[in-house]
């Protein structure tokens, strides 16, 4: 059964400590991305890979990175300098990093940083 | 600066009703539009597109109307189920990147 999983569902860290949140496809998909979700606004783009070892970042890249070693995977790290990293995180991928291949969305981490 | 706004955060309906959830836009550039479902707990998932070469996109008891000079969409919901309780999200696309809307709850009572 295809999909996109993210793990953990529920994370929760000490301020000023890295944490790395999983993403991992059995779609055959290209495209992968990273949004974040927060009460009352849109999702918004962190960084985006149309292929196995090249990123992009989206509109609020800063304080994430990313790494494409595989097809399958793409795994965000929250980083410190991450202002507010408490948020919603959703992982997504698409047959081509075109806008009329539809996003499949993984079930998404809830991470609560104090 | 949002350019997709969903100026309604909620909308309830009866079962059998219609339900039309709205999206305005500010970038005319946008050339692609789409309606995203998400149930508590889940990822979104993708539900209608148009182009901006069209006005109007239907795919069983969704349609998607596209007013380009009002720079206005719309979702239609007929007949509304309680299954289609969830949070409807537009994204508009310009040069292959998305900007979603902050979404729009439906409630469908029976």
């Known amino acids: 059964d295809g999909g996109i999983t993210q793990s953990p569902k529920y994370l929760f860290r000490k301020e000023g400590q890295n944490v790395t949140l999983s993403c991992e496809q059995n779609?055959?998909?290209?495209?992968m991305y990273w949004y974040r979700q927060d009460p009352g606004q849109g999702l918004r783009l962190i960084y985006y890979?149309?292929?196995?070892?090249?990123?992009q970042k989206g509109d609020i890249a800063e304080g994430y990175s990313v790494s494409r070693e595989k097809k399958e995977s793409f795994p965000l790290t929250v980083t410190s300098a991450q202002k507010n990293p408490t948020a919603f995180y959703l992982c997504a991928s698409s047959t081509r990093a075109l806008v009329e291949s539809p996003l499949h969305f993984g079930n998404g981490t809830r991470l609560t940083v104090t | 600066d949002q350019q997709v706004k969903q100026n309604s955060p909620s909308l309830s309906v009866q079962e059998g009703r219609i339900s039309i959830l709205n999206c305005d836009y500010t970038?005319?550039?946008?050339?692609?539009f789409l309606w995203y479902k998400k149930y508590p707990a889940e990822g979104p998932t993708f539900l209608i597109s148009i182009s901006s070469i069209k006005d109007k996109n239907e795919d069983g008891r969704f349609t998607v109307f596209l007013n380009k000079s009002a720079k206005h969409l719309s979702l239609h919901i007929v007949p509304s189920q309680p299954g289609d309780s969830a949070v409807y999200f537009c994204?508009?696309?310009?040069?292959?990147?998305?900007?979603f809307g902050a979404g729009t709850i439906l409630r469908v009572k029976s």
């Open positions: 970038n005319s550039m946008f050339d692609y």
């Open positions: 994204a508009a696309s310009r040069t292959n990147k998305l900007v």
């Open positions: 779609l055959n998909h290209d495209a």
């Open positions: 890979s149309q292929i196995v070892n090249d990123f």
